[in-house]
Structure formats: structure tokens, C-alpha cells
């Protein structure tokens, strides 16, 4: 896996694996007996298909003994290297790298996806108190004095080396985060750093353990059916599962989602429910046991001073020079690219809703009202409905979850790069709602397994992600275990599982990222799959978005759930230029996130503002950015901003904007050179899903695209080039 590539408790703790066999080869310390049998499960590679962990056989008592196992076994190895009486060169040293700590990856990797989809007491325990330690066991080798001084030996001599384009690419990239990490700080300086490094970790990992608390204990309870008016049985059927799996039967219980707004906020016609979920879910993290405001101070806080101990003038400045943006300015001023449009088209969009709203008051009991940011769902979809003669209910019948996951994700990765999946059930699940499946190439060749969690649960975190069990690697032969989650309501049993529209994009752009790591071909894992700057690991994601309206594609997967016909093409005309409104919402709620997370973190640490001012803080840096309408809250409030507190995105939030330019392109792209082909799939394949990081990104966008990204097509699509 990679070498700690960045730095949070879930995504951050990706430890040195594989790479090329050396010409020189060191033999690596044996573990001792002890080590092995500390290790219970994880001692050795699973020898079930294609690596997949033996979840039967792993007990929550594993975890603790074996990651102590697998850094003690690391600490040796690495101990060698530093240690090695021959002169440094590219195989015993950066290679040997490569291959240490495998036992520890094993772990890790299982570990994390648990607490993200399964957590407990037991394994959130177990996490408090690995968090610092796990930061230590990164610092103690990118802090090795001696083992830096054989990399920066062998960088000094890289021209003379001869080494191919792969092997340049991963004695530069070592080199950079060696010294970003601060391996050449003074003694002082590096036990300062590794203080820091400790707390951050433990602080990230209580941020993201309390959010999953407060969002769980923000749920919001409905005690009367008739509140309910407007949700579809699917949904209300959800909420009384939901509240009977807490012992609440005969009651409904609306779970929230990480994001600001909550889904059922589009259907409810009870306008004092909407209100109550809205401040249930903006409340999340703000005052009694779930309060997250002062975790939130000391992050900033440390983050600054770690930045400044580095060299660097801000966070921001630190964690962008490892991006392909570069610089707080370049983020910048792509925000000043993409603000106006979209606050534009919000603001139209506002107007079109207050027109509904004034105009059903004369027959409403309540009378007129101003648009608040819990109406603007519901209102939107009235004006879908007059505008446009759409209405969401009507598409759902068509999106049942197997037949979107089959005959449209499925369908079109086959369609694009002739692969194929085949259902396993002879393997075990950590969660038995979870799916196996199993991929081959076009010529029928093992390519890896695709597991799909898509069910919510109160001990699963929100949202959806792509992470893997197993990374690619060309050296040992490993081909990739990824796992696709999202967050579908579940409904009772024998009821359909219908999708909005919404959700139907999700399992396309989360499908992506499995197809960047199911398609790597890297030799370094360092360098394979997903392992790339975060403004470039949502652009194969959300390129594989734009199949999910793919005619072809659509028409394959979009048949009622009951009588099997297909959904009208007027009426999925009808869903398309309805996204249209709506596109400035859900801009603008992403950018004020997005500049949040900026605002964050470009502050000095005397600036961190103390627990009680979090809030303040937030609500002038959206006013400065220019981005504070109310009608529109940000996408995540800082009290529950995951991403930017406990999973890795600290001032990279803009990513996805920025990688949207580039998937935009590519569809532009692929529409000019004929559209949904196997030739199209097999070039992007070649130029930029199997590359990873094997050589910087930027150039595999333009050795495809042909020149430099283009925000003209991002703005056509997201609708907002003026109207």
C-alpha cells in the first residue's frame, strides 16, 4: 500500500507494501513466532479468492493484538533498511520500503472499513487508542534520520540511474512526502511534530465518532402517520423499520444523513416536520455529550502550528502543495470562477420557488411565508412539477435498486471496457446485506471482487464512499478487493428498494472509483489506483456519473419495478431538464462547503478561534466569501464537516469541483469521438484509470483530453451559463 500518502485516521494510515523485486534483494528480518501468533487472522495473506479477509474468522479481539503485531514486524523491517551496510541504492532501499509492513496494511484495511460500516464500542475503543499510536508509527520512519539520508543519497543520483518512468516516479514521490513530512526538521523540531502528529490523530478520530453519535442521537421521531403525507410506503416503511430496530414499533423514526439537507425534506408536506429535521440535523455537534465545536478548535489550531513547524504559511498552503491545484490561489480563483454564475442561479431559482409558494398562500391555512432552507426541497419540486410536469415520485417505480446495479452500473462498465460481474455467494460478508461480486476482463481474466454495502445503519458512518480491502499490486500479484457504500434507507421486508434519481448517480460516481482501482496496473501501490491527489480521485467518479443519462445505458436499466416496461423517454426528458433546476442549489451549497473548508484552514494559529467562537467564525467566513444565503446553507455545517475534520479532504474540499472540470472534459471528449464506445473505454482505461500515480496526474488528463481543462463544459452541465 502506500507510504502514508496523507494523514487522517481512515484514509491516512496506508502503510508501505510492495513494489519491484529487487536485483539486489535484501531479505527482510523473519517475524518471530511471537509476532505470527499475535497476529490471529491477519498473521497471513487470505487464502480465499483474491485475498478477501476471512471475515468469518476475525473477532473484534483480534484487531488490537494484531495491529501491535503488524508494527513491531514493520518496525523491524524498516529497522534493516535504515540499517543496511550496503550502499543505498533504488532496490534496497525504496523497494524494500515498498514491501514492509504488509501484515499491518492487512490489518488496517480491514480495521477501517469496519469502523466506517460497522462500528461498536469495542472497535471505537480499539481506535481511540491505536489513532496516536498509529501517527507515531508513520512519524518513527518518515522521521528516520538514517533512513532519509539513503533516499536523499539515491535522489541526489537519480539522473545517473537509469531507472524507468515508474520507478523515477516513485523515488521523486518518496523523496517529496519524506521531506513534507518533515524528515528534515531538527531534533527538536521532529519530537515537536510528532506531539502534534499524536494529538491530531486522536482528535480526528473523536471528531468522527461523535458525529456518528449526534447523528444518530439527532434522529428525528414521528409519532403521528398523518406528519408523514408526502413520503411514498417505500419511504414511510423505512421510517417505521427504523424506529422498530430501536424498540419503537408502532413509531417512525426519520435517520439523518451527513449532509445539511435530508432527503425527506423533498416529499413532506407537514411544514413543521421539515423545520424540526432541519434543526435536528444543522444542531448536530453543538452543545451537550455530541459537542464537536471544541475538538473542531484544536484541530485548527494544531494543524496551523504543525504547518508553520514545516515551513509552510498556512494548512491550506501545506496540504495543496502536494494537489495539482498547487495553491490556495489557484483555489481561489476558481471559486471566483464558478461563485457568481452559481449564486446567480440560485437566486433564480429562489425567485421561481417564492412565485409557488405566493401563489398557493391564498389557499393555504398558514398563508405566505419566505422561502426557508427547510422548504427549498419541497418548493423546488412544485416547481419541477409546473415547469416541467415532472414529479421525482413518478421516477422512482423505474430505479429498483438490483436492476440499476445490474443492468445500469453493471451494463455499462461492460459496455465501456467489456468487463463482467458475476454474483459470488460462497464467500463471506462482514454484514449480510453486503454483496460479492466477482470481475473479469473482457478476455475472461480475474480482474478483482466488487463488494456493494449500500444500506444505512445507526452504526455506519453517512454518506457514500469507495474503499478497498485489498490494493493492487504488480509485484505480488494482487489484484484488487474494493467495496462500494452508500447510505439507502432499507424498507421492511418484501418491499421494493426504489431510488431517487439521486441516488442513481451515487452508484455511478462511487462505481467509478471502484473501476480506478479494479483497472490499476501499477507496480508500486504506492502508486496504483486511487493512490492520487484528491483534486484528481473524484475525476474518474464523477466522469462515470454522466452513463447514469447515457440513453443507451438508461434504457436498460429504467423499467418499472412491477410491470417490467420501460420508462418513457418524454418522461426521463422531463428528468433532465428538471436537474437543470436545481443546479444552482446544489452548486452553491457545495462551493459554500468547499470555501468553508478553505477559510479553515488558511488562518495562522494564533487566529484558531476558541470552541465558543467556532460557530462565529463560520458564519463571517461565509459572509466574506460572499456566499452566506440562508436559503441555501452550506452542504455541511463545520460541526459535522467529516471530510474536513476526520476523512482527509482538511482544505481539499474544493476537489471535487476541480476534478468535475476534468470529468466534464472527458464527456465532452467522448461525445466528440463517438460516445459510449468499447474504443473510448479502452483509451480512457489505458490513459488514465490503470495509470494511478505513475505519472503525474495532469499529464495523463492531457495525454487523453489534449490541452489543458476547460470550465466550459462543467458550467453547460450544472446549467448555469446564463439563461
Known amino acids: 500500500m502506500p507510504l502514508f500518502r496523507y494523514v487522517s485516521p481512515f484514509a491516512a494510515l496506508v502503510l508501505m507494501a510492495c513494489a519491484q523485486a529487487p536485483m539486489t534483494p535484501m531479505t527482510p528480518p523473519a517475524p518471530t513466532p511471537a509476532v505470527r501468533q499475535a497476529a490471529g487472522p491477519f498473521a497471513a495473506p487470505s487464502t480465499l479468492a483474491y485475498g478477501l479477509p476471512d471475515f468469518h474468522a476475525i473477532k473484534d479481539s483480534d484487531f488490537l493484538p494484531a495491529f501491535e503485531a503488524g508494527m513491531a514486524e514493520q518496525r523491524l523491517e524498516v529497522s534493516a533498511i535504515a540499517q543496511n551496510p550496503q ?42 487508542e491505536m489513532a496516536p499510536r498509529l501517527a507515531a508509527h508513520r512519524d518513527a520512519i518518515y522521521l528516520d534520520a538514517g533512513l532519509f539520508a539513503r533516499i536523499e543519497a539515491i535522489y541526489a543520483q537519480r539522473a545517473a540511474l537509469g531507472l524507468d518512468a515508474e520507478a523515477r516516479q516513485l523515488l521523486e514521490r518518496d523523496y517529496i512526502d519524506f521531506v513534507r513530512a518533515g524528515a528534515r526538521l531538527s531534533d527538536a523540531d521532529k519530537t515537536q511534530l510528532r506531539a502534534l502528529n499524536e494529538q491530531l490523530a486522536t482528535l480526528s478520530t473523536r471528531f468522527r465518532q461523535t458525529v456518528l453519535k449526534a ?118 480563483k476558481m471559486f471566483a470562477s464558478v461563485v457568481p454564475p452559481a449564486l446567480a442561479a440560485a437566486h433564480r431559482e429562489a425567485a421561481d420557488i417564492q412565485e409557488v409558494i405566493d401563489r398557493q398562500a391564498a389557499s393555504a391555512p398558514a398563508g405566505a411565508f419566505e422561502l426557508q432552507a427547510w422548504d427549498w426541497a419541497f418548493y423546488a419540486e412544485q416547481v419541477r412539477k409546473a415547469h416541467y410536469d415532472f414529479d421525482a415520485e413518478q421516477v422512482r417505480p423505474y430505479f429498483e435498486l438490483d436492476r440499476v446495479l445490474k443492468d ?36 475472461g481474466a480475474p480482474l478483482a471482487l466488487f463488494l456493494a454495502d449500500y444500506f444505512a445503519r445507526d452504526n455506519k458512518q453517512g454518506g457514500a464512499w469507495s474503499s478497498p480491502f485489498v490494493s493492487q499490486s504488480g509485484l505480488l500479484d494482487r489484484k484488487a478487493v474494493v467495496c462500494n457504500n452508500l447510505n439507502i434507507p432499507k424498507p421492511k421486508p418484501g418491499q421494493a428498494v426504489l431510488l431517487s434519481f439521486d441516488e442513481v448517480t451515487t452508484m455511478f460516481h462511487e462505481m467509478g472509483h471502484a473501476l480506478h482501482a479494479i483497472f490499476s496496473q501499477a507496480r508500486y501501490p504506492s502508486l496504483g489506483g486511487t493512490s492520487v491527489p484528491r483534486d484528481f480521485v473524484e475525476y474518474p467518479s464523477q466522469f462515470n ?77 461565509l459572509h466574506q466569501g460572499g456566499i452566506d444565503y440562508p436559503p441555501v446553507p452550506p452542504r455541511y455545517h463545520s460541526a459535522y464537516f467529516s471530510h474536513i475534520f476526520s476523512s482527509g479532504y482538511s482544505a481539499s474540499y474544493y476537489a471535487y469541483m476541480w476534478s468535475e472540470v476534468l ?61
Open 87 to 128: 550502499a543505498p541504492t533504488f532496490d534496497n532501499t525504496l523497494v524494500a520500503l515498498e514491501r514492509s509492513g504488509q501484515l499491518l496494511d492487512r490489518v488496517r484495511k480491514v480495521f477501517f472499513n469496519y469502523t466506517s460500516s460497522i462500528s461498536n464500542p469495542t472497535l471505537e475503543k480499539v481506535e481511540k
Open 408 to 443: 445500469g452500473v453493471f451494463y455499462a462498465a461492460h459496455e465501456l471496457y467489456g468487463i463482467t460481474f458475476t454474483e459470488r455467494t460462497d464467500l463471506p460478508v462482514y454484514e449480510p446485506s453486503v454483496r460479492i461480486f466477482e470481475v473479469r476482463d473482457a478476455d
Open 545 to 621: 456519473e454522466m452513463w447514469a443519462r447515457e440513453p443507451k445505458v438508461l434504457a436498460h436499466f429504467a423499467r418499472h419495478y412491477q410491470s417490467g416496461a420501460a420508462m418513457p423517454a418524454a418522461l426521463f426528458e422531463k428528468v433532465l431538464a428538471a436537474q437543470k433546476f436545481g443546479q444552482g442549489y446544489a452548486t452553491t451549497e457545495y462551493l459554500a462547503a468547499a470555501m468553508l473548508d478553505q477559510s479553515w484552514h488558511v488562518i495562522r494559529a494564533d487566529q484558531a478561534p476558541a470552541a465558543d467562537q467556532v460557530m462565529a467564525f463560520e458564519a463571517q467566513a
Open 215 to 332: 447523528s444518530k442521537d439527532g434522529a428525528v421521531l414521528v409519532t403521528s402517520a398523518a406528519e408523514l403525507d408526502g413520503l411514498s410506503p417505500e419511504q414511510i416503511g423505512a421510517a417505521a423499520a427504523a424506529a422498530e430496530s430501536r424498540g419503537m414499533a408502532g413509531k417512525w423514526l426519520i435517520a439523518l444523513q451527513n449532509t445539511t439537507i435530508q432527503p425527506p425534506l423533498a416529499d413532506l408536506k407537514n411544514r413543521g416536520l421539515r423545520e424540526r429535521i432541519f434543526r435536528a440535523s444543522v444542531a448536530r455537534g453543538l452543545g451537550g455529550d455530541d459537542d464537536t465545536t471544541g475538538t473542531i478548535a484544536q484541530i485548527i489550531s494544531i494543524r496551523a502550528r504543525r504547518a508553520q513547524l514545516l515551513g509552510y504559511a498556512s494548512h491550506a498552503a501545506y496540504a495543496l502543495a502536494g494537489e495539482s491545484a498547487g495553491s490556495p490561489e489557484a483555489v481561489s
Open 663 to 723: 470529468a466534464r472534459d472527458t464527456g465532452q471528449w467522448f461525445m466528440d469521438h463517438g460516445g459510449m464506445t468499447r474504443a473510448n473505454g479502452d483509451v480512457f482505461r489505458a490513459k488514465v484509470l490503470s495509470r494511478g500515480r505513475t505519472r503525474e496526474p495532469e499529464a495523463s488528463f492531457e495525454d487523453l483530453y489534449g490541452k489543458a481543462p476547460d470550465f466550459g463544459p462543467l458550467l453547460d452541465y450544472r446549467g448555469l451559463l446564463p439563461r
